[in-house]
């Protein structure tokens, strides 16, 4: 079976500029997740999903993220306008189910965004 | 609030070694699931092994196993007969049971050595 697909692989852009980040999570998959991973740490929980609505978005930085998943498939991650410290890979992941039994997420390749 | 930690950032060991990793947590739960987690360089993440925490037996995964002390609040990882493709970094995660939510550790980055 076809993998979390993400793109793009690598952006950088200028601090005050924005971008947006695509995932389509694996055919079937209910739950999607958007995580941060900051070079030498351990991804971060930003976002969640089940189906389209939003389950989890108590970290994500509301005022200059948002997130979309529209028809319960792909979904987009958007930073407006970034900060130096936004500067991280951001992964996404999908899982079958959401009801906390533990389920494997499958995480994307991630994308790599490089604030100057 | 849970809390993972891995005390050891950097590893190296001879290819066909045996290497634990050490975790440990903190968590008032009873229930709750621990992972371990792979990243290999510029490559996608992917679950190496899985343990319940009602489970009194630890996990294995082929070469792949670990020491799950339940009252310690430990979870290491041990891989035996390394292969030079297990050079990744490697993340301790938690989950309580009926929460979705993964917490991470920092990761150790374990180098292989031919």
């Known amino acids: 079976e076809a993998g979390v697909a993400q793109s793009p692989r690598y952006k950088i852009i200028e601090k005050r500029q924005s971008v947006a980040f695509w995932c389509n999570p694996i055919?079937?998959?209910?739950?999607l997740y958007w995580y941060q991973q900051i070079l030498g740490q351990g991804p971060k929980l930003l976002i969640q999903f089940q189906n389209n609505g939003v389950v989890d978005d108590s970290q994500l930085p509301k005022d200059r993220f948002s997130a979309e998943r529209l028809k319960g498939v792909d979904s987009t991650l958007k930073i407006q306008p970034a900060k130096l410290e936004d500067s991280a890979v951001y992964l996404c992941?999908?899982?079958?189910?959401?009801?906390?039994?533990?389920?494997?997420?499958?995480f994307g390749p991630g994308t790599r965004l490089t604030v100057t | 609030a849970q809390t993972v930690t891995q005390s050891q950032p950097e590893m190296s060991v001879q290819e066909a070694e045996t290497v634990t990793l050490s975790c440990t947590y903190d968590?008032?739960?009873?229930?709750?699931?621990l992972f371990w987690y792979k990243q290999p360089p510029s490559r996608q993440m992917i679950l190496v092994i899985r343990?319940?925490?009602?489970?009194?037996q630890n996990a294995t995964e082929n070469r792949f196993s670990v020491n799950f002390q339940k009252a310690a609040k430990s979870f290491s990882l041990k891989i035996s007969d390394s292969q030079l493709g297990d050079t990744a970094m490697y993340f301790c995660?938690?989950?309580?049971?009926?929460?979705?939510?993964?917490?991470f550790g920092k990761g150790t980055r374990l180098h292989i050595l031919p």
């Open positions: 995660a938690f989950m309580k049971l009926r929460d979705d939510k993964i917490i």
């Open positions: 343990q319940e925490a009602y489970k009194q």
């Open positions: 968590t008032s739960e009873n229930n709750y699931y």
């Open positions: 055919s079937g998959h209910a739950t």
């Open positions: 992941a999908s899982s079958l189910e959401q009801n906390g039994m533990g389920y494997e997420q499958y």
